[in-house]
């Protein structure tokens, strides 16, 4: 598979000489904002120019990020879900669309664990490793299912896909289709690169701009019956899927992704702000207890301590939560339901805590920045538009009712696509 | 005076004949809202191309709005301050913009009434009521005060100004200077269209983005000793001008303006997301107590319900912060500073609350409109930025200490530019 | 009917001579500020003491409350539903229990002008207004309804009700049962001081302790048919009930009393509050922005405005939601379901509204008067103790709901004995 | 020193044998949860009663809780405060009052650990843990500072405190004095049976009511120089005090402390309000949208989830904060200020977190279980009465503006009683 040619269409500053993978989660981490800390440098100005992330995406290649996951024997970082998604935090902090992507990759990347036979696992690794290869995903399942028609030993997809994030800028697509007249439902990876797949590029939302979510025509994407993930083939020649409760962990994975990602745009946002109030905001003067800098007014400080004390309660429950995923994670043949559930209702908890802060934070912070910090030029509303955008990807009230049908009457949700 | 040469830039519906002025206070809020329904067909495009609303403010003096306050003789509409702060809200239902501008105008329209003498507000009143002046003001107290100059019997003003909301779009703009080497501050009235007055044009902002509010140099604007508002002429020549607490009247009424701008845009987000709703949100499928529709949502409506309420209570206090307003204006030459002091008040208090709602309301409807109301195409955004951009005027922190210290300590605030 | 016996069982001042009733709406709520204040001295002891209020009612009667809707002919106060909610307001700004059994009072002494034929409606607003009859009511409507045997022209009503506020402290109470074998409903006004009527004085709750509702056993009380509210006399002598929409009335009515008491009762709070930390709070002095006192400090003054400006809006819409009541009352026989929805909506959002408000100005003024507050001796609690518990007679989310479905979908509520 | 002897004065069921104590976390936080459960029985009547809890310090003896932070070379559970949190949080959500008791408990038992000279350490933990002594301490620094005389060998204390969480229920009780004519502070561990010693037993409060929290004097109480903690004898005779930063760390572990208790208390709530809400409580009749049970209902679903996400959220944060305690535990020679601020940031951001979820959820429960449960019978408002209570221990304000003053500037909270 070719990657596709990446061609930076903006400012990303200059890749520098990374040097070696870091080899343990805190420099993961701390390699990880660094990278936030170049995409910070212009991420205002790229969500305006909505072009699609080559170079940003050939950053997160460059630094080492995108191979976080894979396993050390083909040259991937080895590391945890744990610190994936602190990884997705701290970009997500310099750059929410990137963080977004990134999270995307990782769990599209999963996908061939979560449901692939042993032996799909180890190519799919070996080779997504290797090559470096950045995934994205053509499966919302509010679209109606692509289909499939099996020829010979080829199994054809076609349809097509409201969103796919990742789209252009990916060099492999994760597809999901039935085949005609069964309700066998079959996830495949395919390169992005071929004539099967065109991206629409008609992404353009109040947020979250550059993770090249725009729709997908998918016309006869051909792909062989060994690469459907987690069939095997019957003695009689048949396909079999064997399903497990692991392979539901898709929704649980992408929504703890979530969870992750508005916190890291809110830690951008509060950062962003706090540099703007300590050099720009003036004292206000009109009061009988005059301070001599905006720093000093009581609600100023006041006010960064209400939010820093939320977002870190909320940073502290998607660290709880992760603890879910590695210990399903520690033995995904036999995961149960229950646990199953649970972790999916703590993450949901995590989630929508982190959208309530998120949007708290991405709101009130113009009240400790000040009038001139609505300047188009600041673009303090990125974070606002950002989590307020990507929150609304599935209904925050189901999933407090999820949350609670678990806390009143112990009920774990049924997996779907979204619970 | 010449009338400023207005070509539309942007797409406002062409303007039908409106027939007679309206003749009650309900009239007029129903051509308000007239006005506000023909703006929010294209508020968004407004938005985004950024132009001068000439075309916008045509509408507003074509509807009759712009001289709703004046008296009757001159061909005004000859209404209360009630009718012309609900009708900013009907307005800004429709474009939080134009709202905004017509509400400045009544204030700047209404400063000779504040300050000026009895044969200034008279000559002001009548041409600004005969020639439907459209009424701007470079008085943004945190900037320098411009400086006058005195040269014989002319006042010459220069300097610099950061906003002056109504810009180009005006026909007469308020200054407001200090005359060198004295502690004497002149309002005065002059005409937009001439060359001491140019605006930068560099008003761009995250909402609120037509009302024309970019910065302006003031280059030897002159300006007659008889038109510097309140001065009157002593018997040895000089010049004095007659305080009075009516005077300090400007900072409750802009402020109360303000308090209606925030509920008429929450009002029009409102509005738009109903419709959003009703006619295009889908029904979540992945739960147990499945509905038809989004609109049957328990949480659609329960947050609909919330919203109006909270909304209703937001406008129910804007209204009785009004009688405030029409109790000094019944006796403008006699106001004591409690009444002043209880109206600001109030009217603080009524501004707070707009702000919380307004914010909560412009946030918060994404939630019952669903993922695909963030599309740019939709624009929902466009309320919370509108509110998010204007409530940063002044620190609400402060306004609510504001009312604190009145509700505690039985404090009236003392009279400054903000409060 | 004979005045209930009432001896005095906890600390209400001792009644000073009132003199002549008030004829103003103004002067009547200052008659009902004197009211409040009176209460005010001993309503926490009181409280605790939990006996059932026969002084508090003598009071209101002596200072001319309870006649206040009362025909001025029968020498009653000829007072609007506006002027009785805001003296209800006002009266539980001083004890909640009293304002809210003021408010039931009115309601009942009302039922005949709902339900009733005009001789009924002009027998019994005689005989309850030149006696002074305070106004109980059975007619908790989660309960079993009442049955009814018809023996000859006599209704005997028998059952047993949970709830039943006035109880002992009333002169009369309103019943409500099912004719045996039917689905007629017959309300009827009976004299609270017979045999077959036995209250438990088991009313023992977190709050609101002293407006005797606890349950009540009927057995055989007998009306006779010309007291069934609403009934004629049928050519054939039969009795038939004649329906408006107007009878309908009772539950918004219900409501918007539920709406003044909240308000009344948080206002009861804020000034308890201020009034504490004025006089008792101290500054803080871990802080590097030393205060004098505690009502310095700028977190108090910004809660303090907060909640005064929260309170404010709730008070507004209430008062915003009695104009809807007052119109419905200017004609009663033609009142149709639109109107009586809208009002319905309307004061279902104050209602909501003043919960809000009520609630989190009873939890947050401890965050201003500080930690000696929490002893029992102040009895802040009070305030919240009573909106918690008042404020759960039916679910807010269902009163949100309904205002959600009018916003959204147009749709009033069908009226029910809670909507 | 004797044991004061101890009759149970309200109901504490029957200790039964606990068995060997617990040897790992996990164990000790089981029997800690068995704790509250029996605690949890008779809160509410107990609470009532307000008798000095004899009973249940004797149970958390019994259980082993009491020295669970003890040697374990001495008897002692030999835990981590990770640990002993986890306990406080536990026995909190059985009983906010002795979850208190033990909390603070911990701390001065703990205070010649932070204080104390290596000699003194091991005295007190040996003595302590061997004898199960509970403690107690006289240290309100609102209050003036208890005077010592120098009497030879002895330092005599004398003096008031308005507030002694623990008294008359303690063994030992911590005394907190300055020397006369100096400004040295000395602590010192007291046997609290002594006849120096008077508490006053006038602690009654809205909520906290079994703490044990009233006043004390203090007449005469001698304590040998060797027990003044952590002052050492010099060459002539003298005394003099080592100075650590490790010695200011009582506001920290207090403080976190605190944030267990609210969180615990909290859960108890939901647990009790769930309950309620499975068993008894009814859907509601009057809505299109009819269920048979109330926990079937969209919004009590909604608001379980929304309150558990929450309290989630404040107890991670809490969690987290106990690692900073961790770290600082690990080398109390060489703690540096900025790991003691860092620690007293996170912990005030837990602290508050805590409070304000805590308020929320003790508030709501009541919306979700419905209007009966309003009777005092229940008495579901022993949660809310707890936290408001307690949570006023200091202003949360200032704890957010310390907060904030980390985030914005980087500054840490000087060491005072309450930073």
Known sequence: MTVTDQTATAEVRAVPEWGPAPTTPEAWVERARDVASRLAVDALERDRANQPPYAEVRLLKDSGLVT???????????????????????????????????????????????????????????????????????????????????????????????????????????????????????????????????????????????????????DDVRVPWAAAAGYVETPDGGHVFRPRVYNTLNVPLIQIIFANLYVGIAEGALTTAATYTRERTRAWPYTPDLKQRGSEEFYVLETYGDLRSKLWAAEA??????????????????????????????????????????????????????????????GLDLFWRNIRTHSLHDPVAHKRAEVGRWTLLGEIPEPTWYT
């Open 68 to 218: 976080l996951l894979g396993p050390t024997r083909h040259g991937g970082g080895g590391q945890t879900w744990t610190t994936a998604l602190r990884v997705v935090r701290a970009v997500s902090a310099g750059d929410g669309s990137i963080g977004q992507l990134l999270g995307y990759h990782y769990l599209w990347a999963w996908a061939a664990r979560l449901v692939g036979t042993p032996e799909q696992i180890e190519a799919v690794e070996q080779q997504a490793t290797e090559n470096t290869w950045f995934f994205g995903g053509a499966v919302n399942p509010r679209d109606t299912d692509l289909t499939i028609r099996v020829e010979g030993d080829e199994l054809v997809f076609s349809g097509e896909k409201s969103f796919s994030t990742g789209g252009r800028i990916s060099d492999a697509t994760v597809l999901e289709g039935v085949i005609e007249g069964t309700e066998d439902h079959v996830f495949a990876i395919v390169p992005t690169d071929q004539p099967g797949l065109r991206f629409k590029g008609d992404w353009d939302s109040l947020g979250q701009r550059l993770t090249e979510s725009g729709g997908v025509r998918i």
């Open 317 to 378: 429950l998607a660290e709880r939560a992760a603890t879910f995923v590695e210990a399903v994670n520690a033995h995904p043949d036999d995961v149960t339901e229950q646990e199953r559930g649970e972790a999916a209702v703590v993450i949901a908890a995590a989630k929508q805590v982190a959208i309530d802060v998120g949007l708290e934070v991405g709101t009130r912070v113009f009240e400790v920045t000040g009038a001139r910090a609505s300047a188009s030029a600041v």
